[in-house]
């Protein structure tokens, strides 16, 4: 489970830790269902991050996710994601396979755009970098972070409403480590209007 503190986030207000830079931990913060459960077809997620100040080689990563079917628990592979809906899975820790560092979005148990970038980017140190990650009604996803776009107008392909979604930041460490943060989290989601029917 996350743990929130009094202190440690922008401004030195309060923060949610996913996890703090030790070995073997494991968090997730997840919000219930918004809209009643209805299908939603757009978001705009806002939040802030902070990766850094863990071992020299961090590990492992971070992820946001959006979906109907991950468990209200920590979510496995943290850094990878749960769920059928939308992942965005911040890998910091390279396997041995050159997989990571990275910034993958996933949907429908699928990847869809894979992109690597250097530990840098991702890290922040002491600071927290400015995450927005937007679904659009035409089916396509935006993602920016520190401001900087890795992603505009990703198609999500077959993207269909998610009823009942949850979303849910997730965090791991194994035996390396790093500090995994967020605060200012600002979530605004849009309905779907659904087929028009005739009767």
């Known amino acids: 489970t996350a743990l929130a503190d009094v ?27 918004l809209e009643g459960g209805a ?28 979906a109907s079917d991950f468990p209200n628990s920590t ?8 769920g059928t809906g939308i992942i965005v899975a911040f890998d910091i820790y ?8 990275s910034i993958d979005v996933k949907y429908a148990g699928q ?9 840098g980017f991702i890290r922040t140190g002491d600071a927290f970098a400015q995450v927005l990650a937007q679904l659009n ?7 920016s972070y520190n401001d900087n776009i890795v992603y505009r107008k990703l198609v999500l392909p077959g993207f269909r409403a998610i009823s009942n979604g949850k979303f849910a930041w997730a965090a791991r460490t194994g035996g390396l480590n790093e500090n995994m943060w967020v605060d200012d989290i600002k979530i605004k989601t849009t309905k ?3 087929p028009l029917r005739i009767t």
Do not use: C, H, W
């Open 111 to 119: 990847v869809v755009a894979s992109t690597k970038v250097p530990i």
């Open 39 to 66: 299908e939603v077809s757009a978001f705009t997620a806002a939040f802030r991050m902070r990766v850094g100040g863990g071992s020299d080689v961090p590990a492992d990563g971070f992820s946001f996710n959006f």
């Open 75 to 82: 979510l496995g592979d943290a850094e990878e994601g749960a």
């Open 94 to 101: 390279d396997n041995a396979g050159g997989e990571a560092p």
């Open 137 to 143: 009604t035409d089916g396509t996803f935006d993602l």
């Open 7 to 33: 202190s440690g986030g922008v401004n030195d207000s309060g923060v949610l830790k996913l996890t703090v830079n030790e070995n073997g931990q494991s968090g997730a913060y997840i919000i219930a269902p």
């Open 192 to 194: 779907s209007s659904g």
